[in-house]
């Protein structure tokens, strides 16, 4: 198997300019294995072997439109997903980690800024034992999604195969609060880019759930057209949000109104990758399973209009996000066998630099901390039984 399943970008000036290097003494280094051992000893009698998956880390060029492998860590079970976070519960300045969620249930937590590194940071969450004398912590199966929340920096939010989402007090290393309101697995989270106590969530049980994290029975409830496979907040109006499906269907929603404003018949198969652009208002960019990419102008909140599609030669396409600095490069990820990583500055084609080149570049909307406080926005919230 040879698949790309999940990416994401590191923000331009983030990385340490000179990497640490790990360097053990020898009892360190056989402390390591021998933990490490007894882990893969542990999570392979309870699921199939898919040990030593190896996560790279890759540099953009965008002057030269190239990339190359920085390093890469080579991590104990297969990745689902990653979310960039810079929260260090040990140092007050903020660091570059990668949170990965994978076949286990529990949350890898890796530094970027070390070279040669052979275990995380920290974790989140560990599964019983007996022989330890240990309890549970956090998730009982995979981890399908991370949503880590920028304007208060120590939550994560984590969904899974278990059909819950948890939030995590990194701090602390526990989770805060449970979200057990669905009937199949959670796999798609986005907090709102405004209000930092509003967790969008999408399941398989074909529905998109805002919550008011502020009470964890607080929430509204929309249907979706199928399983929910992505979920995305118009970060430049959170009026609305968007969600894409299983069987290929692209909706916007006005959490204002309650109501679907549209939806439109966006793939012939699940819809992997929903992304929109950074400082573009509407250019937004969808992937399927299909092997199809394809650029939408979604300005208007009434109205999808497709712009250009086309066939890629990455297999089924597993992941797809536009980069944070520059507003029309994608990086994604398909399962072929040989070609199955792209990073692609879209405007290289006429019909999307026509439409888009001459929209004004803005910044999306600011966060606003002291919405957190108001009372009328739990008034806004309404509670479903």
């Given at each position: 198997?040879n698949?790309?399943?999940?990416c994401?970008?590191?923000?331009?000036?983030v990385s340490a300019?000179?990497p640490?290097?790990?360097?053990l003494t020898?009892?360190?280094?056989?402390?390591i294995?021998k933990?490490?051992?007894?882990?893969?000893?542990?999570?392979?009698?309870?699921?199939?072997?898919?040990s030593d998956?190896?996560?790279a880390?890759?540099?953009?060029?965008?002057?030269?439109g190239?990339f190359y492998?920085?390093?890469d860590i080579f991590?104990?079970?297969?990745?689902?997903?990653f979310?960039w976070?810079?929260?260090?519960?040990?140092?007050a300045?903020?660091?570059?980690?990668?949170a990965?969620?994978?076949?286990t249930s529990?949350?890898e937590v890796?530094?970027?800024?070390?070279?040669d590194?052979?275990?995380?940071i920290?974790?989140?969450?560990?599964?019983p034992?007996?022989k330890?004398?240990?309890?549970?912590?956090?998730?009982k199966d995979?981890?399908?999604?991370?949503?880590?929340n920028?304007?208060?920096p120590?939550?994560?939010?984590?969904?899974?195969?278990?059909?819950?989402?948890?939030?995590?007090?990194?701090?602390?290393?526990?989770?805060?609060?449970?979200?057990?309101?669905?009937t199949?697995k959670?796999?798609?989270?986005?907090w709102h880019p405004k209000?930092?106590?509003m967790?969008?969530?999408g399941?398989?049980?074909?529905?998109?759930?805002?919550?008011d994290c502020?009470?964890s029975?607080?929430?509204?409830?929309?249907?979706?057209t199928?399983?929910?496979?992505?979920?995305?907040?118009?970060?430049?109006d959170?009026?609305?949000?968007?969600?894409?499906t299983?069987?290929g269907?692209i909706?916007?929603i006005?959490i204002?109104?309650?109501?679907?404003?549209?939806?439109?018949?966006?793939?012939?198969?699940?819809i992997?990758?929903?992304s929109?652009?950074?400082?573009?208002?509407?250019?937004l960019?969808?992937?399927s399973?299909?092997?199809?990419?394809?650029v939408?102008?979604?300005?208007?909140?009434q109205?999808?209009?497709p712009?250009w599609?086309?066939?890629?030669?990455l297999?089924a396409?597993?992941c797809?996000h536009?980069?944070?600095?520059?507003p029309?490069?994608?990086?994604?990820?398909g399962?072929h066998?040989?070609?199955?990583f792209k990073?692609w500055?879209?405007?290289?084609n006429?019909?999307?630099?026509?439409r888009?080149?001459?929209?004004?570049l803005?910044?999306?909307?600011?966060?606003?901390?002291?919405?957190?406080?108001?009372?009328?926005?739990?008034e806004?919230?309404?509670?479903?039984?």
């Amino acid at each position: 198997m040879n698949v790309i399943p999940c990416c994401t970008w590191v923000k331009r000036g983030v990385s340490a300019a000179v990497p640490d290097k790990v360097q053990l003494t020898a009892e360190e280094l056989a402390g390591i294995i021998k933990k490490t051992e007894s882990d893969l000893a542990e999570f392979e009698a309870n699921s199939d072997d898919d040990s030593d998956k190896e996560e790279a880390g890759c540099i953009y060029n965008e002057r030269e439109g190239s990339f190359y492998c920085h390093h890469d860590i080579f991590l104990p079970s297969f990745p689902l997903c990653f979310e960039w976070l810079s929260f260090d519960p040990s140092d007050a300045k903020p660091g570059n980690f990668v949170a990965i969620g994978n076949m286990t249930s529990v949350i890898e937590v890796w530094d970027l800024d070390i070279v040669d590194c052979l275990e995380p940071i920290f974790k989140l969450g560990c599964k019983p034992s007996k022989k330890h004398n240990r309890k549970r912590v956090g998730h009982k199966d995979a981890v399908l999604d991370l949503a880590w929340n920028v304007q208060l920096p120590h939550i994560l939010a984590s969904g899974s195969v278990d059909k819950t989402v948890l939030l995590w007090d990194i701090e602390k290393g526990v989770p805060d609060t449970k979200l057990d309101q669905f009937t199949e697995k959670v796999g798609a989270l986005q907090w709102h880019p405004k209000k930092s106590y509003m967790l969008l969530a999408g399941s398989e049980d074909k529905t998109a759930k805002l919550f008011d994290c502020r009470t964890s029975d607080t929430f509204k409830t929309w249907e979706a057209t199928g399983e929910v496979e992505r979920v995305l907040w118009n970060h430049f109006d959170p009026n609305y949000f968007f969600l894409s499906t299983k069987n290929g269907i692209i909706e916007c929603i006005d959490i204002r109104q309650g109501q679907h404003l549209w939806e439109v018949k966006g793939h012939e198969k699940e819809i992997t990758g929903l992304s929109l652009s950074s400082s573009c208002p509407g250019f937004l960019v969808t992937s399927s399973e299909d092997g199809v990419i394809k650029v939408w102008d979604a300005l208007s909140p009434q109205l999808l209009e497709p712009v250009w599609e086309t066939e890629t030669n990455l297999g089924a396409i597993q992941c797809l996000h536009l980069s944070p600095n520059s507003p029309f490069t994608i990086a994604v990820g398909g399962d072929h066998k040989s070609h199955n990583f792209k990073v692609w500055d879209l405007t290289e084609n006429s019909q999307v630099n026509e439409r888009f080149r001459s929209r004004r570049l803005v910044e999306p909307i600011q966060n606003e901390e002291s919405d957190a406080g108001n009372p009328e926005d739990t008034e806004e919230m309404e509670t479903d039984e």
